[in-house]
Antibody
Framework: EVQLVESGGGLIQPGGSLRLSCTASGFTVNYNYMSWVRQAPGKGLEWVSTIYSGGSTYYTDSVKGRFTLSRDNSKNTLYLQMNSLRAEDTAVYYC???????????WGQGTLVTVS | IVLTQSPGTLSLSPGERATLSCRASQSVSSNYLAWYQQKPGQAPRLLIYGASSRATGIPDRFSGSGSGTDFTLTISRLEPEDFAVYYCQQYGSSPTWTFGQGTKVEIK
């Protein structure tokens, strides 16, 4: 069974840093495109970042230079290092897999980041 | 690519047909358009990919259609569990992916 479990969220002051983790089971992270998608309270979904199977990383403009996406193949885990956090980064952060169909076919339960 | 969903809210009764629209600001490459369902407090769930293919385990009352810039999600007969928010997403212009703002389907 494919499963994604996020952790690392919490309350952080503006300007602070936080590292989110996403541990996968039932498949191999480095064989897939893996992404983070966030959802501000009461708002819609926003793509944040993606890492390709080859290791290339991509970011939405608002987080470029502040967020870094990486993975640890030995732990089958994805990380999102978030620096210089702002109030507008407050959201539930979801980890998602882009499967063979191309769309985001598996999602974690999300972890809440509150910048205040 | 900007995706615009309409209507913002759809008020219907169980058993009725729901038609949700998603319009793209430019053509979606290879019709790489997906639909997701999200219920309160839950993660999104993939319903439709490639504009018209149902994801694993999705009931056949859900169907997707369209191409180019205009796409539609149809729920043929609403079940109580279908009342939720629905998002479209394009994944054709990688490496950026965009979502629509969502359509809420509520009980009338």
């Amino acid at each position: 069974e494919v499963q994604l479990v996020e952790s690392g969220g919490g309350l952080i002051q503006p300007g602070g840093s936080l590292r989110l983790s996403c541990t996968a089971s039932g498949f191999t992270v480095n064989y897939n495109y893996m992404s983070w998608v966030r959802q501000a309270p009461g708002k819609g979904l926003e793509w944040v970042s993606t890492i390709y199977s080859g290791g290339s990383t991509y970011y939405t403009d608002s987080v470029k230079g502040r967020f870094t996406l990486s993975r640890d193949n030995s732990k089958n885990t994805l990380y999102l290092q978030m620096n210089s956090l702002r109030a507008e980064d407050t959201a539930v952060y979801y980890c998602a897999r882009q499967g063979l169909v191309g769309a985001f076919d598996s999602w974690g339960q999300g972890t809440l980041v509150t910048v205040s | 690519i900007v995706l615009t969903q309409s209507p913002g809210t759809l008020s219907l009764s169980p058993g009725e047909r729901a038609t949700l629209s998603c319009r793209a600001s430019q053509s979606v490459s290879s019709n790489y358009l997906a639909w997701y369902q999200q219920k309160p407090g839950q993660a999104p769930r993939l319903l439709i990919y490639g504009a018209s293919s149902r994801a694993t385990g999705i009931p056949d009352r859900f169907s997707g259609s369209g191409s180019g810039t205009d796409f539609t999600l149809t729920i043929s007969r609403l079940e109580p569990e279908d009342f939720a928010v629905y998002y479209c997403q394009q994944y054709g212009s990688s490496p950026t992916w965009t979502f629509g703002q969502g359509t809420k389907v509520e009980i009338k």
